[in-house]
């Protein structure tokens, strides 16, 4: 059994910064984790993802932005979040796939407000 789970969400003020990070319990190792997003009224989005060894990649729309990374623990992951936008605001989601299974956390809430 693997259960994602965030933090790091809150409100902050447009041009500020988050770190948000995803931590996963039990055995099984991420081969990939990724974060997506979900904003009010629209489709869950993909944000940002690292793989194993550590190789990044961007949605456009953070590109510059954000920085993902793996922590210590084979199972951990954050998402370096600066100059955020209203746009910015959502639900943020950790997934992680591990022996061909996709799992996904309960999500953090972001929103970029003044």
């Known amino acids: 059994q693997v259960q994602l789970v965030e933090s790091g969400g809150g409100l902050v003020q447009p041009g500020g910064s988050l770190l948000l990070s995803c931590a996963a319990s039990?055995?099984?190792?991420?081969?990939?984790m990724a974060w997506y997003r979900q904003a009010p009224g629209k489709e869950r989005e993909f944000v940002a993802s690292i793989t194993n060894g550590g190789f990044p990649s961007y949605n456009d729309a953070v590109k510059g932005r954000c920085t993902v990374s793996k922590g210590d623990g084979r199972n951990t992951m954050y998402l370096q979040m600066t100059n955020l936008g209203p746009e910015d605001t959502g639900v943020y989601y950790c997934n992680g796939v591990g022996l061909g299974t996709q799992y996904w956390g309960q999500g953090t809430q972001v929103t970029v407000s003044s």
């Open positions: 039990g055995s099984i190792r991420m081969n990939f």
